[in-house]
């Protein structure tokens, strides 16, 4: 079993920054892959971008590419999401989940969620 929990949403202007932060409570994180997720209002929940459990390059949606990056802490128990040069249409419920094993693009293949944190890009 594995408690997630986001912070650092928030409301930034276009072109601004955000790190977005994910806590573990579990003894399994270390075991697991790890990965972010959003969704904007009226949309289908989407891949923003994934680690695996031993940390390294990301993997990254095609529209986040080159602005986000993902990491990971494993003795902290905690992943991160940098974002850069917001746009509004990064709008979204931002949404960390896990997973043991291989890291995955498809939001049914991860057992654990947190409850999602707000971020609101501004024009």
């Known amino acids: 079993q594995v408690t997630l929990v986001e912070s650092g949403g928030g409301l930034v202007q276009a072109g601004g920054s955000l790190r977005l932060s994910c806590a573990a409570d579990?003894?399994?994180?270390?075991?697991?892959?790890m990965a972010w997720f959003r969704q904007a209002p009226g949309k289908e929940r989407e891949f923003v971008a994934n680690i695996r459990r031993s940390g390294g390059n990301g993997y990254y949606a095609d529209s986040v590419k080159g602005r986000f990056t993902i990491s990971r802490d494993n003795a902290k128990s905690t992943v991160y999401l940098q974002m850069n040069s917001l746009k509004p249409e990064d709008t979204a419920v931002y949404y960390c989940a896990a997973r043991v094993g291989l890291p995955r693009g498809l939001a049914n293949e991860y057992e654990y969620w947190g409850q999602g944190t707000q971020v609101t890009v501004s024009s």
């Open positions: 579990g003894r399994t994180f270390s075991t697991s892959a």
